[in-house]
């Protein structure tokens, strides 16, 4: 499956997953869990619609480093690990298709 396929996919199935409960207004190393689903979020729509710009491209790739600092602390619920593990896959499919249309 292509990149651009993939990502499609995945936000498909990000918009239907509902957001793990017991991380709304929970902080986990200094990273708000709401605020960088949104911006992970929010770039991959404006990536999707073909509007991502290079302010939402760093957005992205601060939250890729984020995404991927929090993940091993989510702990055992199983549910939230999927949920964040599919926004560290889209941020870093977005990233990567943006790098490499830029170079």
């Not at 509902?18 to 729509?45: Q, T």
């Not at 957005?59 to 549910?79: F, N, Q, T, Y």
């Amino acid at each position: 499956m292509s990149g651009p396929d993939r990502l499609l996919l995945l936000w498909e199935e990000h918009v239907r997953a509902p957001f793990p409960p017991r991380f709304r207004g929970r902080d986990i190393d200094g990273e708000d869990m709401v605020v960088l689903d949104s911006d992970i979020a929010g770039c991959v729509s404006s990536a999707l619609s073909g509007h991502l710009d290079e302010r939402r491209h760093r957005i992205l790739v601060r939250c890729l480093v984020a995404v991927e600092k929090v993940l091993p602390l989510i702990g055992d619920d199983e549910r939230a690990f999927e949920y964040h593990e599919r926004l560290r896959e889209m941020a870093g499919l977005v990233v990567r298709l943006w790098d490499a249309k830029t170079e």
